[in-house]
């Protein structure tokens, strides 16, 4: 074999490897409990999440969707859902946390993370108002940092509004390593995801 051939088949195996963890990832789901002992499901966004989705976005107070958002936008579009539910699970990952009432699956709770470069990937978390503080976040953020090793990513960062202490505690709390930068209003949190927790 030439090592042009060689080379080539390095990649292959790459992309092979790449496709078996973005595949893997887009299948995940996982059963967890929040501090009051409810069982949640923690699952791979889907395509037909879109309703669920939007309904998500719907128990968000505007505190909330201008933390998440940084805007006052209420309702998502077409676009948005689609850009939201329809990932690669290799530059774009997705969790959902949901629970299930009388037959019905509500996602109470959204993390993903997109990449930003080959060991980087900026991450973003958003529960549903009448369950914050129920140690959702948490479950969903410990669960993205694990696929995101898989993926090879070794930090995440988060672009938090200085006064969003939930989710600065949320990241300050995670049991990795931090390091925060302020700039005008908005916090810059890298987290080292290769180290504890
Ligand atoms: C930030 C956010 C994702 C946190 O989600 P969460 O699931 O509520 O996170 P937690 O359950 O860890 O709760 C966070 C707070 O509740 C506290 N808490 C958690 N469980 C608790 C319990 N059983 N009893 C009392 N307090 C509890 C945590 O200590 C933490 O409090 P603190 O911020 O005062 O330290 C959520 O508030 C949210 O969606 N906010 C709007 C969107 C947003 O800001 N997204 C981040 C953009 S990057």
Same mark, same amino acid.
């Given at each position: 074999?030439?090592?042009? #051939?060689?080379d080539?088949?390095r990649?292959?195996?790459?992309?092979?490897?790449?496709?078996?963890?973005?595949?893997?990832?887009?299948?995940?789901?996982a059963?967890?409990?929040? %501090?009051?002992?409810?069982?949640?499901?923690i699952?791979?966004?889907?395509?037909?999440?879109k309703?669920r989705l939007?309904e998500?976005?719907?128990?968000?107070?505007? #505190?909330?969707?201008?933390?998440?958002f940084?805007?006052?936008k209420r309702?998502?579009?077409e #676009?948005?859902?689609?850009k939201?539910t329809e990932l690669?699970?290799a530059q774009?990952?997705?969790?959902?946390?949901?629970?299930?009432?009388?037959?019905?699956e509500?996602?109470e709770?959204v993390?993903?993370?997109?990449r930003t470069?080959?060991?980087r990937a900026?991450v973003?978390?958003?529960v549903v108002?009448?369950?914050?503080?129920?140690?959702?976040?948490?479950?969903?953020?410990s669960?993205?940092?694990?696929?995101a090793?898989h993926?090879g990513?070794?930090?995440? #960062?988060?672009?938090?509004m200085?006064?969003n202490?939930?989710?600065?505690?949320?990241?300050a709390?995670?049991?990795?390593k931090? %390091?925060?930068?302020?700039d005008?209003g908005?916090? %810059?949190v890298?987290?080292?995801?290769d180290?504890?927790?």
């Amino acid at each position: 074999m030439t090592d042009n #051939e060689k080379d080539a088949q390095r990649s292959l195996a790459q992309d092979d490897a790449a496709l078996d963890t973005s595949v893997a990832a887009s299948r995940f789901s996982a059963t967890e409990r929040l %501090h009051d002992g409810t069982s949640i499901l923690i699952r791979a966004i889907r395509p037909d999440d879109k309703e669920r989705l939007a309904e998500h976005a719907r128990g968000l107070s505007p #505190e909330s969707i201008y933390h998440r958002f940084m805007s006052f936008k209420r309702n998502l579009s077409e #676009e948005d859902l689609r850009k939201f539910t329809e990932l690669d699970f290799a530059q774009h990952v997705g969790l959902v946390a949901t629970l299930t009432e009388d037959g019905r699956e509500h996602i109470e709770g959204v993390g993903r993370y997109i990449r930003t470069s080959d060991r980087r990937a900026e991450v973003a978390l958003s529960v549903v108002d009448q369950l914050q503080r129920h140690g959702i976040a948490p479950l969903l953020l410990s669960h993205l940092s694990r696929i995101a090793r898989h993926q090879g990513i070794v930090e995440f #960062e988060a672009n938090v509004m200085a006064d969003n202490v939930h989710m600065l505690n949320v990241l300050a709390a995670s049991g990795f390593k931090t %390091h925060s930068e302020y700039d005008s209003g908005v916090v %810059h949190v890298i987290v080292r995801i290769d180290n504890g927790a």
